[in-house]
């Protein structure tokens, strides 16, 4: 079975750009959540989606983050502009109903130079 | 509010056992996880247990829950090298059974 995927692994680009990345969550599941890891403050719940629409969005930074989930199957977080301190490992991960357990994905690894 | 603590570092030697701690505070805790991290990966899931259990046991791995003092651990038998990663413990309460609240991590390092 396919796990979360997430792309791209790695991304590094320079403050003032746009940046997205995407989640394809395990086929099945209707939970998708969107959490960032750092040193310095671990990992933090940025957003969470039921069933595509976002039910708690208390995590997301600030305006120039934001998230959104198209469909079951896909769901992207975008930073614009983004920022040096937004460098972090950015993971989605999903679940599936009755309070299943969550699967991440491999991350990705966003350096803002 | 709801915290969830852990040791940092863990070494042992290959081949004994490690027992990893994790305490919390939310005595709502409906699941406690275990999760694996390893270099450059996402966080694997290990393991389970519903608040109703004392004790699960999977293959090498055995979580113990007592309810009473808010401590869960996961003991690993024959701990292995390539056991070495950071665990992660995680609650959910009745208040948000989406939200897991994290523990900081133990990194566990295995000797040969």
């Known amino acids: 079975d396919a796990g979360v995927i997430q792309s791209p692994r790695h991304e590094v680009t320079e403050m003032g750009q746009e940046v997205t990345l995407r989640c394809k969550p395990i086929?099945?599941?209707?939970?998708l959540f969107w959490y960032r890891q750092t040193m310095m403050r671990g990992l933090e719940l940025l957003i969470y989606f039921n069933n595509n629409v976002p039910i708690d969005d208390s995590g997301m930074p600030e305006d120039r983050f934001s998230a959104k989930m198209p469909n079951a199957s896909f769901s992207t977080l975008k930073i614009q502009p983004s920022e040096p301190r937004d460098s972090a490992v950015y993971f989605c991960a999903s679940r599936g109903p009755n309070n299943q357990p969550q699967h991440f994905g491999d991350g990705t690894r966003l350096s803002i130079l | 509010g709801e915290d969830v603590e852990q040791s940092l570092f863990l070494s042992v030697r290959e081949g004994d056992s490690s027992v990893i701690n994790c305490t919390y505070t939310?005595?709502?805790?409906?699941?406690l996880y275990w999760y694996k991290q390893e270099p450059g990966a996402g966080l694997q899931l290990l393991t389970y247990?519903?608040?109703?259990?004392d004790m699960k046991q999977d293959q090498r791995l055995t979580v113990l829950l007592n309810k009473k003092d808010k401590h869960l651990s996961l003991r690993i038998a024959d701990t292995q090298t390539g056991d070495s990663a950071i665990y992660f413990c995680?609650?959910?309460?009745?208040?948000?059974?989406?939200?897991?609240?994290f523990g900081t991590g133990t990194r566990l390092k295995v000797l040969a």
């Open positions: 939310d005595s709502s805790s409906t699941y």
């Open positions: 995680a609650e959910t309460t009745t208040s948000g059974t989406y939200k897991y609240i």
């Open positions: 086929s099945g599941h209707n939970s």
């Open positions: 247990i519903f608040s109703n259990m």
